[in-house]
């Protein structure tokens, strides 16, 4: 292990990393409270300011991934769709199959410039996050409660609210509905079986009506569906834990831009276009399996220096006044302040531990793993 590796890997450099990250991420969402008063008078300033805001937040994580990591992210796209990524609302469509997929659907979008704006139909349980759940309110974030019986009509308001959203976004769907495991794949395979559809390899069996829902409601909206693929190189498991102790990764991410317009519109024929396209990418997934790549030419989007700036500019305000605490402290000599500073990192780091947690999938949900009564009419 080199030097650099080895330096990466130290607890005391994470705990000063989750330092920053947390005490930033509390600052901005402070900061965006108090955006609050500004709706009333500007929505559509209002929601500039957020945009920026959740990006400082945002960043440090796609940092991690870019900067601090090095992870490689390739893309395999269609070099005539290129040009429109990042200049119109589109719906990206991802499988769910790995801890980091999220950071790295954040890191796409950081180099097409829609990084604050982003959008994803986000479980329930997400929102109470600290830092990412309380900015992700702010950002009006549509969140489901994974009960179609619950979810059809908010989910339907939400997306309705961004017809005048200021900016470009990308709003994320993984219509699986929750992360790929061996168990959820065999439960999902029967369902699929009781359908009469196909068996995928790959991939859980899409969950059709969020699908149906955001794209009847963004319709005029979004210009295009992103069928996105991703894998990583080397039948890598990448882990946030990975990513912080500096672990390398080479993610790759196959992307088809499909006209919204081309999608039918009735619920039944758009379950079933869905369907079509889960088995599509299953086939790219054996492809990828087959070949370590995915077909098409690559046209990768480089990485921008926003973030690390970002990430610099936060570390250098917040490092400082806490070296100088630590220095006064230890002058202190006060066992009291002490046991309390030393008392308030461990409760930070379990904090830490806490929300990486949500990011691992064997501490993932329930959703999906209980055999369904299933019902052949
Ligand atoms: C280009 C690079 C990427 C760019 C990235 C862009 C933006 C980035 C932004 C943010 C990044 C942060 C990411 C955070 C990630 C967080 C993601 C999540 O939280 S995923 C979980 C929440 N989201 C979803 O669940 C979406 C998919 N689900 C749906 O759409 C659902 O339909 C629903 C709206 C949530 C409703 O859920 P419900 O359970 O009620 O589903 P359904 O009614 O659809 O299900 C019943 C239906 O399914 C059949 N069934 C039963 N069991 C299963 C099973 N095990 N598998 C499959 N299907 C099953 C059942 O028979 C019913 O069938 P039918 O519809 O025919 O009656
Ligand atoms: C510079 C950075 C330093 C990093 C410090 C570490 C801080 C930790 C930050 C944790 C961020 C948490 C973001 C959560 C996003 C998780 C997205 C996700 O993948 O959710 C899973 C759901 O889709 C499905 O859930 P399941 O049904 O599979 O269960």
């Known amino acids: 292990m080199g030097l650099v590796q080895m330096l990466k890997s130290q607890f005391v450099l994470h705990l000063l990393m989750v330092y920053v990250f947390m005490a930033s991420g509390v600052i901005v969402n402070l900061l965006q409270l108090c955006t609050l008063p500004l709706w009333l008078v500007s929505k559509q300033l209002a929601r500039k300011?957020?945009?920026?805001?959740?990006?400082?937040?945002m960043s440090q994580m796609v940092a991690l991934l870019e900067w601090w990591s090095a992870t490689e992210c390739t893309?395999?796209?269609?070099?005539?769709?290129?040009?429109?990524?990042g200049k119109e609302n589109a719906i990206v469509v991802l499988n769910h199959n790995f801890e980091i997929d999220f950071l790295c659907g954040w890191t796409f979008c950081e180099r097409f410039g829609v990084l604050g704006s982003s959008k994803v139909l986000a479980k329930k349980e997400l929102a109470y996050v600290p830092v990412i759940g309380w900015m992700w309110y702010f950002l009006e974030i549509v969140f489901c409660k994974r009960r179609w019986e619950d979810d059809r009509k908010t989910v339907a308001e939400s997306l309705?609210?961004?017809?005048?959203?200021?900016?470009?976004?990308?709003?994320?769907?993984?219509?699986?509905?929750?992360?790929?495991?061996?168990?959820?794949?065999?439960?999902?395979?029967?369902?699929?079986e009781s359908k009469g559809l196909p068996k995928l390899k790959y991939h859980l069996l899409p969950r059709t009506k969020g699908f149906w829902v955001?794209?009847?409601?963004?319709?005029?909206?979004a210009a295009a569906v992103y069928d996105s693929t991703l894998n990583f190189?080397?039948?890598e498991a990448p882990t946030l834990l990975g990513l912080l102790n500096g672990k390398k990764y080479h993610a790759d991410l196959y992307v088809r831009r499909i006209p919204l317009d081309t999608i039918p519109e009735?619920?039944?024929?758009?379950?079933?276009?869905?369907?079509?396209?889960?088995q599509e990418k299953d086939s790219f997934q054996e492809h990828y399996a087959q070949t370590g790549r995915f077909p098409g030419p690559i046209k990768s989007p480089p990485r921008r220096p926003w973030s690390l700036i970002n990430w610099l500019c936060w570390s250098c305000l917040l490092l400082f006044p806490l070296f100088l605490l630590f220095a006064r402290l230890v002058s202190s000599g006060s066992t009291v302040t002490i046991a309390t500073t030393v008392a308030f990192c461990i409760a930070v780091s379990v904090g830490a531990r806490w929300m990486?947690?949500?990011?691992?999938?064997?501490?993932?949900?329930s959703y999906g793993n209980k055999e369904v009564s299933i019902n052949n009419n």
């Open 266 to 278: 009735g619920e039944a024929d758009c379950a079933a276009w869905l369907h079509k396209l889960y």
């Open 160 to 192: 309705q609210n961004l017809h005048d959203y200021p900016e470009n976004f990308w709003f994320l769907l993984h219509c699986e509905g929750t992360r790929f495991t061996p168990k959820k794949h065999e439960i999902s395979m029967q369902v699929a």
């Open 75 to 85: 893309l395999y796209t269609d070099p005539k769709s290129y040009p429109l990524y």
């Open 233 to 235: 190189r080397n039948n």
């Open 49 to 57: 300011v957020n945009i920026r805001l959740g990006y400082s937040i």
């Open 214 to 221: 955001t794209v009847q409601n963004l319709r005029g909206n």
């Open 356 to 365: 990486i947690g949500q990011t691992e999938i064997d501490r993932g949900s």
